[in-house]
């Protein structure tokens, strides 16, 4: 079970639901910075999450104590995104856009074109082994420049895997952030990308014109 509470719509028909007092916009937003404000004294706030409209779409970004955890296109389901959070993390998950604001202004940033490299501590937790190995060498690959599944196989230090390279990219929990839009196919081509190839496009696009 989630304990958070989507957005301030919800939560305003909640209390209407229940007979609370006070059912107004701006009643339901105060009383929701409480719950969160209550939460993170009380050490309840395990995950704290936002979205962010930016040109690739609306994403999802979620932090722990340790760091940004989990970045997320709405092609990938926010709620899903939510839920999987809350099985493999914790269920205390709770919308709180202020601990995420450094992140939503580097995204900002990066968007707008101000922004080559992220600064901003990690939560590595849903990534494991040679996943991790690879996701960890993104990073490194310079704005604007692109390097082949085979390179980036190579680098992580298992020049055969070009295969599970491609599922790490896939399956990588940070995009944007941590750039598998930066990895493509040997023939130069884009391939494929967690937020679609459109996005992928956009991002590769962007970071070229720069």
């Given amino acids: 079970m989630i304990t958070h509470d989507p957005d301030t719509a919800r939560l305003v028909s909640a209390l209407a639901a229940s007979g609370g007092a006070g059912t107004d916009p701006a009643t339901a937003a105060r009383l929701h910075a409480r719950l969160v404000a209550d939460a993170g004294d009380a050490g309840l706030l395990d995950v704290a999450y936002r979205t962010l409209d930016t ?70 937790r849903l990534s494991k082994g040679f996943r991790r190995e690879v996701l960890a060498h993104l990073p490194r690959i310079a704005y604007g420049s692109t390097e082949s599944y085979a390179q980036v196989a190579e680098a992580a230090g298992s020049p055969r895997a070009v295969r599970a390279v491609g599922t790490a990219c896939a399956t990588n929990p940070l995009p944007v952030v941590v750039p598998c839009h930066r990895v493509v196919r040997s023939d130069g081509s884009h391939g494929q990308y967690v937020g679609g190839v459109a996005v992928k496009d956009l991002l590769l696009g962007m970071e070229a014109a720069a």
Wanted: no cysteine; charged share 25%.
């Fill in 55 to 124: 040109p690739a779409g609306s994403l999802l970004l979620a932090a722990t104590e340790q760091g940004l955890v989990t970045v997320a296109y709405a092609v990938q389901d926010h709620a899903a995104v939510l839920q999987r959070l809350a099985d493999r993390v914790s269920p205390r998950v709770l919308r709180a856009p202020g601990r995420l604001d450094t992140a939503a202004r580097q995204l900002d940033e990066y968007f707008a074109g101000r922004r080559r490299a992220f600064d901003l501590p990690l939560d590595w």
